[in-house]
């Protein structure tokens, strides 16, 4: 599993657990439930913006969403999330 379908799943585990349904949680971000649907199941590339809003929704920080299950998500990987997250912002920011 690579590091984009970690964090889709992290937020696809949360979500379930919180028992948000796609469709409250595309309304929340301002997007379809089918584009949300895509997200979830990697269709769709995730935007910087809508992770984050999704975050906020969640109400968590970058910091503490990777913390959840830091034995998931390496050292590597996270170097890997933070040099894709920043290439999202520079590209649809």
Do not use: C, P
């Not at 379908?5 to 992290?10: A, H, T, V, W, Y």
């Not at 910091?63 to 590597?76: N, P, Q």
Request: avoid cysteine.
């Amino acid at each position: 599993m690579n590091t984009v379908e970690q964090i889709i799943e992290k937020i696809k585990q949360i979500r379930k657990e919180r028992k948000i349904k796609q469709e409250a949680l595309a309304k929340a971000i301002g997007v379809t439930t089918g584009q949300y649907s895509h997200y979830e199941t990697l269709k769709t590339e995730i935007s910087l913006s809508n992770f984050l809003k999704i975050l906020a929704y969640f109400e968590m920080s970058v910091k503490d969403f990777f913390m959840l299950d830091s034995a998931t998500i390496s050292k590597e990987n996270l170097d890997e999330v933070i040099q894709r997250l920043e290439s999202l912002r520079d590209g649809n920011e």
